[in-house]
Every structure is written in structure tokens, then in C-alpha cells.
């Protein structure tokens, strides 16, 4: 229980000590016009206000990802409970607010083009090929995932498939609709639900006194899975995602001032965090044991632990409420991964998108795309959209680095994470069955070659850079 508490205690202070640093080496601009101003068309582009703008970025972000993962990785025993605070506060906030902020300075560009910018105009398109895999990817399991859920609490003649159709029927409206008109207006009720649902749990396992695990960094997970690097990789929402990266460009574009930044970027990944620790919590504390954990997860799936988890602790209401409020994260981030992926071929192929029917032929084969999808295993499609997603995160914590490094501020508050997840990150791929199935330790070698090229290169092209002065900041717009 210390552990637990001590951690989100920890989550807390990193958001006014760590996060007020973070947000001092950047250097904020108040007087400084955003996206949301210069750039106003009343569908992407429009100032909406602190609370609401956080609100919609914490649904965003806020999948399955800070509850699935974590309780996967709570196999793994307390060790889940040290990334989760730890990668929260050093590198997954750190990747939001740099994220965030560096697309407000740049128009509310998206990861694609501001990998282009300052990793190599070859970067733009491999990166825009990667960030629309991993939205596919994340909008799928984004709708599978919640009908799963749904399916044991409605009445027999609703289908999964039916239950299928009405959150694309959603997902369609969400995406080609502006902000405003939709996300903005149902995300207060669905963060309601949100918040009782995570606080109802957390509360209760603090109250029966649960026996949460303490601090260990033994390894617990009954098939000795190796923790480096696929702890790493499965809890990624709660700790670092590169999917924040895809999605915090659709709230630069509703930002009224970069002073807000850090509240809204750093802060709802932190709070994200919370939820993360909550859920881990659960897992580790409610089954028995890890074998106990290990045997609901074979049989249901994540989803089944959620449901026996809330029901548990909450009793039928509140367990169905706290269910409830853990379906509407992925639908919540399922419409925005759409309408980024909608954002980001638009911006590629540089198509205006104030007329809807702009909108509409883009939208289309996504969703037709996802579609065929659902038909594919929710187990496998999670290990690729745990690869694709922290590799995205590697993407954009060097975008963050090369920026800091050519301003001339301290750019090792990105690169320390980005050279951890870039040395995880390919040790996964080297040895998954997914990748190219290496013995571990030779994919430990492997890793840590292409890591220190990695590095060598990024300083190559980061020193070119700064000589050349390549201009950090687009002014385009800025009043005189």
C-alpha cells in the first residue's frame, strides 16, 4: 500500500517540481499568438478554454492503454508500479509538453511534419506512413476493446457487431464534425464518468485495505518474461505513448496561450499516470496472485479483469459505473485517433479541410480500413500497436531533443528518455516473434549498436542545424 500511495504522491510533486522545469527550459511565450487564433476555420482551428481543452487532451490520450497495459504489466509485480511513475514524470509528460508545445509553434503541426523539419525531409514520409499505421492500429482496438465490455452489459439480441456499428457511427460524426460540436461537448460527461469510475476504484482498494504489493524489482511474471524491454512496451499509456504524439496536435490547435501548456500537455499525462497506478494496483492486489492474474488474463482478457475488478470492489451499480467509465477511454481516444489521422493526410497532401466532403473522401477508407481490422485477434493487434506506439515515441522524444539542441536549451530532458526507449524499442523488435525473433542477448548487442548510431547521427545532424540556424518557429501569422 506505501508503494502504491507513495507513487501517486510522487505523480503529484513531479507535476509542480519537474513539470514547472520542463516548462522553464522550453520558455514559454505569452505574448505570443497560437494556432488556435492565427489560423482560425471553425472546424480544426478555435480557441476553447483551459478546462475544457484538458479535459478533451486527458480523453485523448487516456485509452486503454492506462488501464489494459498496466494490467498486463502488473505481472510483472511492483516493477510495473516504478516505470509507471518514473516513465510518467522523465519521459511521457516530458514527450506530451514538448510535443505540444513545439506544435503550437509551428502552426499546430503534426508529428510528420515536424519530423520532417527537424529529423530530415526523408523523416516526413516514413513517419507519416508510421503514424497512420499506429492510428488504424489504435482506432481499432479502440473500438473492439470497449464493445467487448459492452457486450456483457446489454440485453442478448445485441450482437457484438451491432455494438461494433454504432461506435463507427460515432467515430464518423466525431471526426468530420468540428471540435466544438461533438468532442467538445460530450467529453465533460464522459470525463465525469472518468474521474468516479478511477477515483471509486482507487478509493476502495485504500479504504478494504487491499494487499497491494510493495516496492520489489524482482521479476514476478509467471513465465519469467524478461522485463527489459517488454515491461516497456506493454504498459506504454501511463507512462510514455507515442500516441499522445498523434494527438496533442488536435488541442495545439485549440490552445489560446502557451502559458496553459504545461497544465494541459504535462499535467493530463500525469494524471493519466494516476490512472495507470489505480488500475495496476487492482490487478496485483485482487486475483490471488500473479498465476491468479495470468489465469483471467488467458481467459478474458484485460477486459475481464475490469469487469471482475469493478464488480469486486464497487458491488453490481458501482461495478457497472466504474465498467462504464472505463469504456468511454477508448471511445474517447478511438474519434480522435480518426480525426488526427484525418489531420495528418490532410496536412501531408495539403487538402483544406473547411468543407466537409474534404473531410468526407479522406475519412472513408480509414474507416473502412479499421473495419476489416476488428476481424484480426485483439492479442496480436496489441503487440503491434505496443511496437508502433513506442516507436512513435522514440520519433518524437528526438524531435523534441533536436529542438531543445538547436535552441541552445537542455535537450537532455528528451534525450536521456528518447535513448532508454530507443535502446528498448529495438531490443523488442530484434527479439519478438513480431520482429526478427533473436536470441535476447544478441538482441541486446544489436540494440545497443544501433542505439550509439543512433546518437552519433543525431548529433551529426543537430550540430548542422544549429550552424545553419534552421529556424525553430514558424512567425507566420505573428502580429509585429
Known amino acids: 500500500m506505501f508503494t502504491f500511495i507513495g ?21 514559454v511565450k505569452e505574448q505570443r499568438q497560437t494556432p488556435a ?43 510495473a508500479f516504478i516505470w509507471i511513475v518514473i516513465g510518467c514524470i522523465f519521459a511521457g509528460a516530458v514527450h506530451d509538453y514538448l510535443t505540444g508545445m513545439i506544435s503550437i509553434r509551428n502552426r499546430g503541426a503534426h508529428l510528420p511534419e515536424l519530423a520532417g523539419k527537424f529529423l530530415g525531409k526523408a523523416m516526413k514520409h516514413v513517419v507519416n506512413a508510421f503514424a497512420i499505421l499506429l492510428l488504424l492500429l489504435v482506432g481499432t482496438v479502440f473500438v473492439t476493446a470497449p464493445a467487448d465490455l459492452l ?23 466525431a471526426t468530420l464534425l468540428p471540435i466544438d460540436k461533438v468532442i ?23 479504504i478494504t485495505g487491499a494487499p497491494i504489493p510493495e516496492l520489489t524489482f524482482a521479476n514476478m511474471h509467471p513465465d519469467n518474461a524478461p522485463i527489459f524491454p517488454l515491461l516497456f512496451l506493454t504498459i506504454s499509456c501511463g507512462a510514455l505513448s507515442g500516441f499522445h504524439a498523434t494527438q496533442t496536435p488536435i488541442i495545439s490547435r485549440t490552445t489560446q496561450n502557451e502559458s496553459q501548456g504545461r497544465f494541459i500537455f504535462y499535467g493530463m499525462m500525469i494524471a493519466e499516470g494516476i490512472i495507470a497506478m489505480i488500475w495496476a494496483a487492482a490487478a496485483m492486489s485482487l486475483f490471488d496472485g500473479y498465476n491468479g492474474l495470468a489465469d483471467i488474463l488467458a481467459n478474458g482478457g484485460p477486459a475481464a ?28 481516444s478511438g474519434d480522435t485517433a480518426f480525426r488526427s489521422a ?23 477508407p480509414l474507416f473502412v480500413l479499421s473495419f476489416a481490422l476488428t476481424r484480426i485477434d485483439f492479442t496480436l493487434l496489441w503487440r503491434y500497436f505496443s511496437w508502433a506506439n513506442q516507436s512513435t515515441a522514440v520519433i518524437a522524444l528526438w524531435v523534441g531533443a533536436m529542438y531543445l539542441f538547436i535552441a541552445k536549451k537542455n535537450y537532455w530532458i528528451a534525450m536521456i528518455p528518447g535513448i532508454f526507449m530507443t535502446m528498448a524499442t529495438t531490443t523488442y523488435i530484434l527479439n519478438a516473434a513480431i520482429g526478427f525473433g533473436l536470441p535476447l542477448t544478441i538482441s541486446y548487442i544489436g540494440a545497443s549498436i544501433i542505439t550509439a548510431v543512433i546518437i552519433a547521427l543525431f548529433y551529426k545532424a543537430a550540430s548542422k542545424s544549429r550552424a545553419n540556424a534552421l529556424p525553430l518557429d514558424d512567425d507566420i501569422g505573428q502580429a509585429a
Do not use: H
Not at 451499480?317 to 471511445?331: D, E, F, N, R
Open 305 to 332: 479483469v475490469v469487469s471482475e475488478a469493478s464488480i469486486a470492489m464497487l458491488g453490481a451499480i458501482g461495478g457497472t459505473l466504474a465498467v462504464l467509465g472505463v469504456i468511454v477511454l477508448p471511445i474517447t
Open 151 to 173: 457486450v456483457g452489459l446489454t440485453p442478448d439480441w445485441v450482437s457484438f457487431g451491432m455494438i461494433i456499428g454504432a461506435i463507427f457511427i460515432y467515430y464518423i460524426l
Open 7 to 27: 507513487g501517486i504522491i510522487l505523480l503529484i510533486l513531479g507535476y509542480f517540481i519537474y513539470g514547472k522545469f520542463v516548462e522553464k527550459v522550453f520558455g
Open 37 to 79: 487564433i492565427t489560423k482560425r476555420d471553425d472546424v480544426d482551428y478555435l480557441p476553447m478554454g483551459k478546462k475544457r481543452n484538458s479535459l478533451i487532451q486527458l480523453l485523448n490520450i487516456a485509452g486503454v492503454g492506462p488501464i489494459f497495459g498496466p494490467i498486463m504489466g502488473a505481472l510483472y509485480g511492483p516493477a
Open 342 to 364: 484525418r489531420m495528418i493526410i490532410a496536412d501531408y497532401l495539403n487538402i483544406s479541410q473547411s468543407k466537409i466532403m474534404t473531410r468526407l473522401w479522406i475519412a472513408i
Open 184 to 206: 467538445g461537448r460530450l467529453y465533460p460527461v464522459f470525463g465525469a464518468m472518468l474521474l468516479i469510475s478511477a477515483l471509486g476504484v482507487g478509493a476502495t482498494l485504500i
